[in-house]
């Protein structure tokens, strides 16, 4: 069974810095490409970031928005994947989803996800 | 970046109802469209990849359908346990992006 979880949301000040982390099981991560999409509060999904994997050298992909303040990662060794994001807004208060991407289908399995509050 | 536009952002139907959720792009994503669900406090679910692909496990009242900037996402007889939001998807080009979404209720 495919399992995603993602730690390390929580309460960060504006300006702040986080890397959450997304664990996976239950299918060879090598294969697949990961992604990082994101929901504030109430509102609809915004894709943040891809990596592929190592036959496509890795490549990164970012949403325009958030580029320059976003880092994806991934260490297929330990079959995760992870996010850093800088210079955090209020704006960046959200659920962010880890999620398995598919050349077949893509966005496919997707993590329960984890909040993220930007606040003073 | 390609534009997904969804309509209506809200429907009300009754169980049995054949329902119909709309999403438009601003260009040809050549069927490279998925429709995904989500209900409340849940993360989304893929439910048709590339138009009209259902994916395994899902009940066959879904179904999908387009081409070019026009898709459709049809439920034949509505459940109770279909209400959610859907959101449609295009992985035609970067950035990837989401239409707004339709709230579906039960009338």
């Known amino acids: 069974e495919v399992q995603i979880l993602e730690t390390g949301g929580g309460l960060v000040k504006p300006g702040g810095s986080l890397r959450l982390s997304c664990a996976t099981s239950?299918?060879?991560?090598?294969?697949?490409?990961m992604n990082w999409v994101r929901q504030a509060p109430g509102k609809g999904l915004e894709w943040v970031a891809q990596i592929r994997n190592k036959n496509y050298n890795y490549a990164t992909y970012y949403a325009e928005s958030l580029e320059g303040r976003v880092t994806i990662s991934r260490d297929d060794s330990k079959s995760s994947v992870y996010l850093q994001v800088s210079s955090l807004r209020a704006e960046d208060t959200a659920i962010y989803y880890c999620?398995?991407?598919?050349?077949?289908?893509?966005?496919?399995?997707w993590g329960q996800g984890v909040m993220v509050t930007v606040s003073s | 970046d390609i534009q997904m536009t969804q309509s209506p952002s809200v429907l009300s139907a009754s169980v049995g109802d054949r329902v119909t959720l709309n999403c438009k792009a601003s260009q040809n994503i050549n069927k490279y469209l998925n429709w995904y669900q989500q209900k409340l406090g849940e993360a989304p679910k893929l439910l048709i990849y590339?138009?009209?692909n259902l994916q395994t496990g899902i009940p066959s009242r879904f179904s999908g359908s387009g081409s070019g900037t026009d898709y459709t996402l049809t439920i034949s007889s509505l459940q109770p346990e279909d209400v959610a939001t859907y959101f449609c998807f295009q992985h035609n080009s970067w950035p990837l992006t989401f239409g707004s979404g339709t709230k579906l209720e039960i009338k």
């Open positions: 999620t398995r991407w598919s050349v077949y289908y893509g966005l496919g399995h």
């Open positions: 239950g299918f060879n991560f090598n294969d697949y490409f």
């Open positions: 590339n138009t009209n």
